[in-house]
């Protein structure tokens, strides 16, 4: 009795769990994503499978120098065989607002992944990356990461300082700026008046201050130093170790990489991508045309071509390119993302009140502001008035800068006998160069000239070159672009005969830092990752749209990004070698931070930091 008892009780249980486990397989069935008629979808054929491979293998190619057309041909012509089936064709117009798309990639994308998801097959990841990253929080964090800091007053020590002032501004997200250390004897090369600092709190000290006077406001963001070194051939600055482990794991959200190119040359590190959750390049120079000027530059450029490439492609999410001047990079797209300093729009409504009032608000002629360098414009300047010495007659041109070609650019128009005079350089905003009405800037090496924005701002003349450089200075209508020298002459010469347009209240804001800042947070697509967060980290939670449509790729081992992990293993693998890094012209010493950089910043001597065989 006591035997058929128990196996009554035994049957009941396995009665019980069939029950519980049919209603639970009816539950999960309610819930699934999966229509109903993908049991019918047919699977990949060999056409298809070769296809998607050839579209997946387009970084390779492009490494390789084989255009996207002849891989876009090849996909569309694998696909329209497929495109006739009529199991495809229905499965197309079964779904019109998701899947109607000319484009035989994107249909090919939703293809497969309408396969991947009728299997019930879910990509966790890719192959090189690690998967540990920050956790979003309530407020996120921004790491501004550039290649100069002041007092060198360059373009990529102004602009990030002015990016990370108005970032932090709103306070809907925590900023730092990470800018290089210098050692004593490199900062007396690099920066002005042989101005030196002790440590690194007096630098940020007189950073924030000079930021201060100009924005108008108390700034609150945070300021850290990585070790750098200077390197005098190319007057550049290059990280010393791995720049990624100076930003703490806790704070590695979100990253804006200025000059990612430069940043990356030699970086021997943690990758960008797999460190934080989204990385955006700001790319600020034209390395290729002033490597071009080098001795042996056609063969120097074509290799930096190919690493720029490869450092866009594995260490960034999203390029900006300020201006169609710069190198064509993958992953990128053209936006001036740059403002002006709130003091010039400030000189140009002063001149626009004064010449209202019927005060003469120019008194001078015409000047040219850059650093004496050959490359910043002067060869074109000398170019031209030598060309047209006598259409130029009785026109003077003031110059103002310094820098290692003066004595040779002033000799060569001194042996020339051009109406050039010469003075030493000074701030775009000294009260002196108020006065002066047409601003001339004929360089084409430059990527977006700052003080051609400046000159606008306060309301003169520029007339420049018809070059991508200056696209964006088009649409002022005190803009004058030529596109030869005759044209050039006859610019000039216009505008000393009349006097500049009044900026309009538009006009001045697309100068402005914040009209800038509202650019880059859409096309950096900041704006997105922000406002994804906040999604999700309201009530309603995350990944509960209503929108059933399905979603490419989201469950598709994608293999740009495996292309992109084995350039960036490769790439490490290359800098991690002495050797090798010496001979593509990498300072000596830079795979790890010295002694005195340990000593100024308080790390860990590099040995400790960096130990040999992992003791």
């Known amino acids: 009795m006591v035997k058929a008892r128990l196996r009554e009780l ?25 229509p109903e008629a993908s049991e019918e979808i047919p699977p990949l054929d060999l056409g298809e499978l070769l296809a998607y491979f050839l579209k997946q293998s387009v970084p390779l190619f492009d490494q390789l120098g084989i255009k996207r057309d002849v891989c876009d041909k090849l996909v569309e012509s694998l696909c329209s065989k497929r495109k ?28 497969i992944a309408s396969v991947l998801q009728s299997t019930g097959h879910n990509y966790e990841g890719g192959f090189w990356n690690d998967g540990h990253k920050y956790e979003t929080a309530d407020k996120r964090h921004v790491a501004i990461v550039t290649t100069a800091s002041l007092p060198w007053m360059t373009g990529t020590a102004v602009n990030p300082l002015f990016r990370a002032a108005y970032l932090a501004k709103s306070s809907k997200q925590d900023v730092t700026l990470v800018v290089p250390w210098l050692c004593k004897s490199d900062q007396e090369l690099v920066y002005p008046n042989s101005m030196t600092f002790s440590s690194p709190e007096e630098q940020e000290a007189y950073m924030r201050n000079w930021l201060e006077e100009r924005v108008g406001f108390k ?37 804006i990489l200025e000059e990612p190119e430069h940043l990356n ?23 290729l045309e002033y490597i071009k000027r080098e001795k042996n530059g056609a063969i120097q450029a074509f290799f930096v071509k190919h690493i720029n490439n490869l450092v866009a492609r594995a260490y960034c999410h999203k ?76 026109f003077k041109l003031d110059i103002y800068g310094n820098g290692e070609d003066s004595s040779e650019v002033q000799s060569a128009a001194k042996k020339l006998n051009l109406n050039l005079n010469f003075h030493k350089g000074r701030d775009h905003a000294d009260d002196s160069l108020h006065g002066y009405k047409v601003f001339i800037n004929p360089s084409i090496s430059d990527v977006l000239c700052t003080a051609t924005a400046e000159a606008l701002a306060m309301g003169k003349f520029v ?16 803009c004058l672009t030529y596109k030869t020298s005759e044209d050039f002459v006859a610019k000039v010469k216009e505008a000393m005969a009349r006097d500049p347009q009044p900026l309009t209240p538009e006009q001045r804001y697309n100068l402005s830092w914040e009209a800038a800042t509202q650019r880059f947070m859409e096309h950096s697509e900041l704006d997105k990752v922000l406002s994804s967060n906040r999604d999700c980290t309201s009530t309603s939670g995350c990944g509960k749209s209503g929108d059933s449509r399905m979603k490419k790729s989201a469950s598709l081992p994608n293999m740009s990004d495996m292309v992109d992990g084995g350039l960036a293993f490769a790439h490490y693998c290359f800098t991690g070698n002495e050797l090798l890094r010496l001979s593509t012209g990498a300072i000596p010493g830079t795979l790890n931070y010295n002694k005195h950089h340990s000593l100024d910043l308080h790390l860990l001597p590099p040995q400790v930091q960096n130990p040999i065989y992992g003791w």
């Not at 019980?16 to 009816?26: E, G, P, R, S």
């Not at 040359?265 to 390395?287: I, L, S």
């Not at 000189?347 to 004496?372: C, D």
Request: net charge positive.
């Open 319 to 394: 390029v900006l390119r300020l201006s169609g001047a710069t190198q064509d990079l993958p992953k990128s797209m053209i936006c001036n993302v740059h403002g002006v300093n709130p003091k010039f729009l400030e000189v140009g409504e002063r001149i626009a009140a004064e010449r209202e009032s019927g005060q003469q608000s120019f008194s001078k002629g015409a000047y040219f502001l850059g650093k004496m360098v050959w490359a910043k414009g002067y060869r074109e300047l000398i170019d031209l008035f030598a060309k047209h010495k006598s259409d130029l007659e009785g």
């Open 265 to 287: 040359w030699y970086h021997h590190g943690k990758r960008w991508t797999d460190k934080f959750n989204h990385v955006v390049g700001v790319v600020h120079t034209n390395y």
């Open 10 to 34: 035994e049957r009941r249980r396995q009665g019980q769990a069939t029950d519980m486990l049919h209603k639970v397989k009816l539950s999960l069935k309610s819930m699934s994503f999966v």
């Open 84 to 111: 006739e089936h009529l199991a495809y064709n229905s499965f197309s117009s079964s779904e019109p607002s998701a899947f109607s798309n000319d484009n035989a990639g994107d249909e090919l994308d939703l293809r």
């Open 463 to 478: 007339v420049c070159a018809d070059h991508p450089s200056n696209d964006f200075f088009r649409s002022f209508p005190n």
């Open 219 to 255: 700034t609150d963001f945070k300021i850290s130093f990585y070790p750098g070194k200077f390197q005098k051939e190319r007057r550049s600055i290059i990280p010393a170790g791995d720049t990624s482990q100076f930003i703490p794991s806790k704070e590695a959200d979100i990253a």
